[in-house]
């Protein structure tokens, strides 16, 4: 067909209307009912997540899925794993390991009023925070790791999002944040950037 031939509109098939393809695999049905139901919501219960459940959002976050090489379920710049995620909740803040895998504390106090400026983000289980440090990024240049990380982080919160649609918990991705107030109480080097906070919880 000549290119000039081709329709300046092509109409696609509705996703409503996909599942009637007799070729669509049951995996590909499945993320896309996933991602039917992928919103932000800003109402939480203070119920905690149990553990089992918290696992699985990291993992999907973050997490190995190639144990032999050490790759992840999310992308990063010339495979810098740059972003590292931090749990912020009642116990205290914890950093999450991927490789053990295990949560490892860093402050023994409740900083999730500290996550954000909304007031949900105090009594909600979970505030999840992406910090991104870009002292482990010697091969992307200085000028473009910004950029970079910031698309790593919104990889991981979107895997975090399609995780929490499957499991039926509410979730949002923030970006107000006074993160230099924050970035002290973590105790976080120059090097290191509070880009993203997500919070996470079973719907209120």
């Keep these: 067909m000549n290119v000039h031939d081709l329709p300046d509109t092509m109409p696609l098939i509705d996703a409503a209307c996909l599942r009637l393809d007799a070729d669509i695999h049951p995996r590909v049905m499945a993320l896309m009912e996933t991602l039917m139901l992928r919103r932000s919501q800003r109402a939480f219960s203070r119920e905690p997540l149990p553990l089992y459940q918290l696992s699985r959002v990291l993992w999907a976050a973050f997490g190995y899925n190639r144990p032999d090489t050490k790759l992840r379920t999310a992308p990063s710049a010339c495979n810098s794993q740059e972003i590292d995620i931090y749990v912020a909740g009642r116990e205290g ?97 120059p090097e290191q950037h509070i880009l993203l906070a997500q919070t996470v919880g079973r719907p209120g």
């Design 93 to 189: 803040l914890y950093l999450y390991d991927a490789g053990r895998p295990a949560l490892m504390r860093v402050l023994s106090e409740d900083v999730r009023a500290l996550t954000g400026e909304q007031d949900f983000v105090a009594v909600a289980p979970v505030n999840l925070l992406y910090v991104a440090d870009y002292a482990r990024m010697p091969q992307v240049v200085p000028e473009a790791r910004a950029e970079m990380a910031a698309c790593c982080a919104g990889a991981i919160s979107q895997n975090v999002s399609l995780a929490c649609a499957a499991e039926g918990l509410a979730t949002v991705v923030r970006g107000l944040i006074d993160r230099e107030r924050l970035g002290g109480v973590m105790g976080l080097r």
